[in-house]
């Protein structure tokens, strides 16, 4: 299977979903909190606005809170697996403290998601642009 040109490719790359050139966010660093949410105004390679309309990004709100609970899901499972004489203590500190430490890439994450909800990829997409520019 190839994998550029799926969603997932784009999604874990953090790529334009359009083209996959190019990087959805300016600073690949997501615990650099000044440059957490900049994202270029449109891709370089490819043309694609990464704000597809004012306020795109409130929907990957949803996006966040649903990866949040499969995070929450996966730590108790895994405690369940690794460690089954948990106490409810451990539990919250493991899963809300491992929860404060990923919701930089949480964030990021569900906007990758989101915008590839909406934009589908195109193997097309830098030579049409190119060819745009140039008329
Ligand atoms: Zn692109």
Redesign the pocket.
Known sequence: MKWKGTKLASIFGM????????KLFEDPNPYNFSKIFDMPE???????KYEVEPGFYYGAMYVSYALSIAFLVSVFVAMLVLYPDFTVTEYLVIGIGGLIVLTPPIFRLARAVWINFFVKYDPN??EN?KHHKHD
């Open positions: 790529t334009c979903p359009r083209c996959q050139e190019s449109r891709c370089d390679k490819c043309g694609q997409a830098v642009w």
